[in-house]
T-cell receptor, first 116, second 118 residues
Framework: AQSVTQLGSHVSVSEGALVLLRCNYS??????LFWYVQYPNQGLQLLLK??????LVKGINGFEAEFKKSETSFHLTKPSAHMSDAAEYFC??????????????FGGGTRLMVKP | GAVVSQHPSWVICKSGTSVKIECRSL??????MFWYRQFPKQSLMLMAT?????????EQGVEKDKFLINHASLTLSTLTVTSAHPEDSSFYIC??????????????FGDGTRLSIL
């Protein structure tokens, strides 16, 4: 079964600093890859996704992620953190190999804290 | 587009009460709906999926009689937590997709319902 690992349950950065949230998947066949953001007491909002084509994907709110097959990774970055970026971030995958389509497997989540 | 509305957003009730949570797709037809449970500081756990007009498919370990799911129309699914107890307290999130399960149509998430059982 597919698994998703997010290294670091908590990440703290200063406002204006680089944000790097890590995500690794386990499948030998690269899955579809997603990043979601969750603000307190809210559902999930899609930041970006990778299905095919260019491996550097740009999303909303200035975030981007790069799919690296050799590293089985899909890390999320933002050049300059803003206070409003403080939230929980989830990496998720959908198994391409098994045509999982809209069935998602979520990572454990990373709480991003932004210090003034 | 693709808005999913979940209601109520927060509910507090006594132990033994049954609680119904509604999930509505406002601007698209939700062929498939998903129900998740999220414990504090943890990830989302899929509870069940449902297709309009069909019985829900529950994940292993989820009690069908405790968590009743109804997907009677293409815009509405409900989750009823029957005879709720404090251990049922959690954050419940629904999502909806315009495609069949395993299709490439994405999930669109509601804002969640925080359930607190006293």
């Amino acid at each position: 079964a597919q698994s998703v690992t997010q290294l670091g349950s908590h990440v703290s950065v200063s406002e204006g600093a680089l944000v790097l949230l890590r995500c690794n998947y386990s499948s030998s066949v690269p899955p579809y890859l997603f990043w979601y953001v969750q603000y307190p007491n809210q559902g999930l909002q899609l930041l970006l996704k990778y299905t095919t084509g260019a491996t550097l994907v740009k999303g909303i709110n200035g975030f981007e992620a790069e799919f690296k097959k050799s590293e089985t990774s899909f890390h999320l970055t933002k050049p300059s953190a803003h206070m409003s970026d403080a939230a929980e971030y989830f990496c998720a995958v959908s198994e391409r190999q098994n045509n999982a389509g809209n069935m998602l497997t979520f990572g454990g989540g990373t709480r991003l804290m932004v210090k003034p | 587009g693709a808005v999913v509305s979940q209601h109520p957003s927060w509910v507090i009730c006594k132990s033994g009460t049954s609680v119904k949570i509604e999930c509505r797709s406002l601007d698209f037809q939700a062929t498939t709906m998903f129900w998740y449970r999220q414990f504090p500081k943890q990830s989302l756990m899929l509870m069940a999926t449902s297709n309009e007009g069909s019985k829900a498919t529950y994940e292993q370990g989820v009690e069908k009689d405790k968590f009743l799911i109804n997907h009677a129309s293409l815009t509405l699914s409900t989750l009823t937590v029957t005879s709720a107890h404090p251990e049922d307290s959690s954050f419940y999130i629904c999502s909806a997709s315009s495609g069949q399960l395993y299709s490439n149509q994405p999930q669109h998430f509601g804002d969640g319902t925080r359930l607190s059982i006293l």
